[in-house]
């Protein structure tokens, strides 16, 4: 594995690990800021409308859910994903898993996520990212068929 692909998968590692239950979470979710261009975009598909956020406003909403009880031993991680690198651009596209107890009730979801990565002078920087959850009719195995 070349550098930059460690660097990346590196930080699609420090992504998902960002929204882990936990005493640190705000330090975690705060460190995202580091990860990310100040303008960058993340978007949740997830069967509705799209929602875009910009980097507070999507960091705000998780570390008040991750952080207020309602959301415990929570967890998302990478499964199955590639990187792909071209001069100053890359992304990720994978799999992951989520699972946690919100208000007293177990749950576990997987989905799909995509990751755009820029090279700045500082380094790799997280220039967008989307993601889609599992649904009926829309599973990780029928993807490509």
Known sequence: MDTDTAQLEAMVKAFFSAFT???DVA???DGLRDLLLPS????????AEPVAYGVD???APRQKLLTSGSLTDFREWA???????????????GAYGKSGVQDGE??????????????TTAGWRISSAAWDDERDGLT???RNR
């Open 140 to 142: 990780i195995e029928d």
């Open 106 to 119: 177990p749950f576990t979801g997987r989905g799909m996520k995509t990751i755009q990565f820029v090279r």
């Open 27 to 29: 330090e975690r979710l």
């Open 79 to 93: 499964e199955d994903g590639r990187t792909e690198v071209f001069g100053d651009i890359a992304h990720w596209f």
């Open 57 to 59: 406003d999507f960091i």
């Open 40 to 47: 960058a975009l993340v978007v949740k598909t997830c069967g």
């Open 21 to 23: 239950s936990g005493d």
